[in-house]
């Protein structure tokens, strides 16, 4: 009996055993589950977010440009009609760009009260950081933009230009012989063709993509290899394309007719939030192919006489026009800047010292400092009335015009200072000769360094060279530093 007893007893222990034992290998084998499910869930949402992050980040480089035209391959000018060769004159091609977002207002009965005629900040990503911390004892934080790869000594690339096999070579050679660094690409014109086959919903439905560029995914590489700073240039708000096939988001006349300049090109409505969208669709477009910085030009309302006829709609009753461009300026920034391309856009250069300037046009210098990386004012000597500045003919006296210009532009953006961001300036100077001033002369490599040395001197270190057959002068961009 007792023989038997001390047979249950065991017998017992050592169901007890294994019992405690399943139930031990059941518990570690949850935890183990648990832990590796949390593991596996942080690492996909790091992952995840990394890989967002790494689609959407260009890399920064440096790089520089220019050169003279291969007359075998005219290009098509971006000032000039879609259907229109490069064979009008360097006056009219020269004159329209100013007139079209970049330096002048006079010739539009508006009577601005200025002197023109024509026309980085590193960002952290707080949200990644805190995944990171959580998954990872490695203290790394992932900045989506870095600082800028170099001061910008630049030059202005057409679309079909930019599409010349030989063209561009003739460019690349100027950029590696000369203290050039940068290029600024037409992606969207002035015509408001988009000027490679673009992926872009609302460019398809109106038409818009010409294919200028054959291959641009081929050239942003070629050119980045080459230490080139790639600007993507994105006309704004001269859009005719878009304005005559969604004549809702057009600038309209009283009667309800599209409005039109005297060049008769139809413009957008600044006030629409669907055409900002549309813009910045382009821009982030550019930003996934690889550019290193989307400048907008035209960024700003229509100097034309018409324009007093216009009816700006709903959108217009409670906001002037300065406060439409400054939030088309902050909404693109806001959505650009984290993808790690930089942000800038074209000024007029009167808008610095006029008041009355600035409120035709839309555009303010203090206002859009604070939302851009890089505020362009467009300050070409020839485009300054007689007497700026104490100047008796501007045009004569490229390095005083620029750097008085450049040292009110210093005064004037003081009131800044406290801001937690604020632009950094780069000028666009001419290299073109403006035969239709009066009083001018012609533009070759002493008046081009002449202006370059006006920036230096003034505390600025940046600029970019204007010529719209994209024809420079070598010999001016040779150790101006």
């Known amino acids: 009996m007792s023989k038997e007893n001390n ?67 005219q290009p098509i000018s971006k000032d000039m009609e879609p259907n229109q060769t490069n064979q009008k004159s360097n006056q009219q091609e020269e004159t329209k760009h100013q007139q079209d977002g970049e330096t002048s207002v006079a010739d539009n009965n ?24 959580e998954s990872n004892p490695i203290d790394e934080v992932i900045h989506t933009k ?5 001061k910008v000594k630049g030059i ?8 010349s096999t030989n063209n561009m070579a003739n460019l690349i050679e100027l950029v590696e012989s000369t203290e050039l660094n940068t290029m600024v690409i037409d992606i969207k014109n002035d015509s408001g063709e988009i000027t490679y086959k673009m992926d872009n919903e609302v460019a398809k439905e109106i038409n818009a993509t010409v294919n200028y560029i054959t291959n641009i995914q081929e050239l942003v590489t070629k050119l980045k290899e080459k230490g080139v700073y790639l600007i993507a240039r994105v006309v704004a708000f001269k859009d005719p394309i878009l304005a005559q096939n969604k004549p809702e988001l057009s600038l309209k006349n009283a009667n309800g007719t599209i409005f039109r300049d005297k060049a008769g090109l139809a413009w957008v409505n600044p006030y629409k939030k669907e055409v900002w969208e549309y813009l910045v669709s382009v821009a982030k477009d550019a930003a996934n192919i690889g550019f290193d910085e989307v400048q907008f030009d035209y960024i700003r309302f229509s100097t034309d006489s018409g324009m007093k006829q216009v009816d700006f709609g709903e959108e217009a009753k409670d906001k002037t026009k300065i406060e439409a461009i400054t939030d088309f300026t902050k909404y693109a920034y806001e959505e650009l800047s984290p993808l790690g391309i ?13 008041e009355i300037d ?43 015009l620029i750097k008085k210009v450049l040292e009110e532009s210093k005064v004037v953006l003081k009131v800044n200072e406290e801001e937690e961001h604020q632009a950094i300036v780069r000028p666009w100077l001419q290299d073109f000769t403006a035969t239709w001033v009066e009083k001018h002369q012609k533009y070759d490599a002493k008046e081009i360094k002449e202006q370059i040395q006006g920036v230096y001197d003034s505390g600025y270190e940046e600029w970019i060279l204007w010529n719209g057959n994209n024809r420079y002068t070598k010999s001016g961009l040779e150790n101006n530093n």
């Open 7 to 73: 047979e249950k007893k065991s017998s017992a222990k050592q169901l007890l055993a294994g019992g405690l034992l399943i139930i031990s290998t059941v518990c570690l084998t949850a935890s183990a589950v648990y832990l590796y499910d949390t593991y596996q869930e942080s690492k996909t949402k790091v992952d995840t977010y990394v890989n967002s992050v790494q689609d959407a980040v260009v890399e920064g480089d440096s790089g520089e440009s220019s050169t003279k035209v291969d007359s075998s391959e």
């Open 110 to 133: 508006q009577e601005l009260q200025g002197s023109q005629s024509a026309d980085g900040e590193d960002t952290g990503n707080t949200e990644l950081e805190q995944i990171v911390a």
């Open 146 to 150: 870095s600082t800028p790869p170099c």
């Open 156 to 163: 202005y690339v057409s679309g079909p230009m930019a599409g």
């Open 342 to 354: 930089y942000v800038s856009a074209d000024v007029y250069g009167t808008i610095i010292n006029s």
């Open 358 to 400: 600035a409120k035709i046009v839309g555009q303010s210098y203090v206002e859009m400092s604070k939302y851009l990386d890089y505020i362009c004012p467009m300050i070409y000597p020839s485009h300054y009335a007689n007497g700026s500045y104490g100047i008796d003919y501007p045009d004569l006296e490229p390095y005083y």
